[in-house]
């Protein structure tokens, strides 16, 4: 009953979008969404020795709705943990994986929701499709289709497997197979995966004094990603699939280089304690519109990736206040923090990190973007509401309470 007195209480929030602008405006409109690799924030904008790292992305954030405040929300369950809280817009759990320890239990995730809606959903990862219990959740989630390696040719061995570059190019080509119906395309990179080193034959960026570090390689890594939604795009131009797609692309989690001074070498500059803390925390995040719609557009609010989920089903005009979403459109005027598994959370004012016994009174608070250290009571109420919100997601999560209120709720009709 407490958990579900907390949705109800969300709902105030996530019904505000029905009545704002963009709802429903691009009902039935195809869908791609791009989960990148470890693909970090502060690679966008930025140059080395004079090129831009990420030239496709930022000419294509340029005509697109840009969040420069978005952030990875994953714990223990990483790549599979941003996939879940995208998708079905939860918490990761404490320890371990949902996607391996939870993975029959109901949700409220986009494919199913969109299946509803008429939509031809899948799934595209070119690699194993038992890693991270994909075959089973992917089921779970009902997707149309899941395409994993076994469906995708080998033909640009990268890492783990496949490039970028041909898996974006072979996923169109399963995307234009498939019927009539608009779809939802879910892709999920793989080249920029820890250690990052890249055959030299699929990198000629010059990384400098990073060269031959593993900083250097994450840094060609992202700009091979970058020149792969580059043919991405295009491909998709010379398809005819370009223009009634809504594109949405983020990065799943950090790059796990935490020394911070090659970032600083980087930027030419020292980073604040807030920067430092939310270094690991920024990916990005944004969203091309067909046409060009709203290009331009920044909005600056905290949002995470808990929020995709809500945001999508903004501009399809589907209600989220009738599932068990725990984000908010971040599109709508209504607010509320970015919660981190550890018990951080920011509101785009105030950024909390707990300390070691996680009582609030012993955590650190810090102004946002002055990075000002504040008493910690600034940020205690927000912790506790953190900690309210993590353990109610645990606990939906562990006992399988969606199933439980979705029947309570078609008791009461
Ligand atoms: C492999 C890929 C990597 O399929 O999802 O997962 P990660 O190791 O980044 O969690």
Not at 59 to 85: E, K, W
Not at 268 to 281: I, W
Request: hydrophobic content about 35%; charged content about 25%.
């Amino acid at each position: 009953e407490d958990a579900k007195d907390w949705f109800d209480d969300r709902k105030k929030l996530q019904e505000q979008m029905e009545s704002e602008p963009l709802y429903g405006k691009y009902a039935g409109k195809n869908i791609i969404l791009i989960q990148a690799e470890a693909f970090q924030t502060f690679v966008i904008g930025q140059e080395l020795g004079g090129q831009e790292i990420t030239p496709n992305l930022n000419r294509l954030i340029s005509q697109s709705v840009y969040f420069p405040n978005f952030y990875h929300q994953t714990g223990q369950g990483r790549t599979s943990d941003a996939d879940f809280i995208t998708s079905c817009s939860l918490h990761p759990l404490p320890t371990g994986s949902v996607f391996i320890r939870f993975a029959g239990n109901e949700f409220d995730c986009l494919p199913s929701i969109l299946n509803e809606a008429g939509y031809d959903t899948t799934v595209h990862h070119a690699y194993d499709g038992s890693f991270w219990n994909r075959n089973n959740m992917y089921h779970n989630m009902e997707y149309a289709q899941f395409y994993s390696v076994k469906d995708y040719t080998i033909d640009e061995p990268i890492g783990w497997s496949l490039g970028d570059k041909s898996f974006f190019r072979q996923t169109v080509q399963q995307i234009k197979e498939r019927g009539e119906k608009p779809f939802y395309t879910f892709a999920i990179s793989l080249s920029s995966h820890h250690p990052f080193k890249l055959p030299t034959s699929s990198t000629k960026f010059n990384v400098g004094e990073f060269t031959g570090t593993t900083f250097g390689y994450y840094l060609q890594a992202a700009h091979y990603v970058d020149e792969a939604m580059g043919d991405l795009i295009e491909d998709l131009k010379q398809n005819g699939l370009w223009d009634d797609t809504i594109l949405m692309f983020y990065g799943d989690h950090d790059n796990s280089l935490y020394d911070m001074k090659p970032y600083e070498k980087l930027l030419g500059r020292s980073m604040t304690d807030l920067e430092k803390a939310e270094a690991v925390r920024r990916v990005p995040f944004f969203i091309h519109l067909p046409g060009d719609d709203q290009a331009g557009t920044t909005i600056d609010k905290a949002v995470g990736q808990q929020d995709t989920a809500p945001t999508l089903l903004h501009l399809l005009g589907i209600p989220v206040k009738d599932r068990y979403m725990m984000g908010i459109s971040m599109l709508s005027k209504a607010e509320k923090p970015v919660i981190f598994r550890n018990g951080e959370y920011t509101d785009g004012k105030v950024y909390y990190v707990p300390g070691s016994d996680g009582l609030p009174e012993h955590g650190e608070c810090f102004s946002v973007p002055a990075s000002e250290k504040l008493e910690p009571a600034v940020c205690k109420a927000g912790a506790e509401a953190a900690k309210k919100a993590l353990a109610v997601s645990d606990r939906v999560v562990e006992n399988d309470l969606i199933a439980r209120f979705r029947k309570d709720d078609a008791e009461k009709r």
